[in-house]
């Protein structure tokens, strides 16, 4: 399933919802078919992202050749992944308080 993302600021941002629940779900949002951020959440969610994508740098350890049992590091992580939306996110904050950010998805994810 695809979640779109339409800020009143930006372009619009296409998700697979997997990835759309990872990120709300970072930032507290609860991954309905519709919803909403007001300019009040916004920058927090970024914040929230941010903080996320650091601590996922940090638990991920430089690889070592001797070392075969580690797990692969994913090829697309977290920083990529959320990066659109934290953009969208910043960018609409700045626009003022009739600034809006929805999304919306076939159903609740």
Known sequence: MIVRFESSETGEL????ETARTLL???GKACTA????????????????KAAIAEARRNV?????????????????????????MDMLE????????AHIVWEAAADF
């Open 61 to 85: 350890e430089p690889e070592d050749d001797d070392d075969e049992n580690r797990p692969p590091v994913p090829p697309v992580g977290l920083s990529q992944r959320a990066w659109p939306l």
């Open 91 to 98: 960018r609409t904050a700045r626009a003022g308080d009739k």
């Open 25 to 27: 779900e970072i930032v």
């Open 14 to 17: 296409l998700m697979f919802a």
């Open 34 to 49: 519709r919803g909403v951020f007001t300019p009040p959440e916004m920058l927090p969610a970024a914040e929230k992202l």
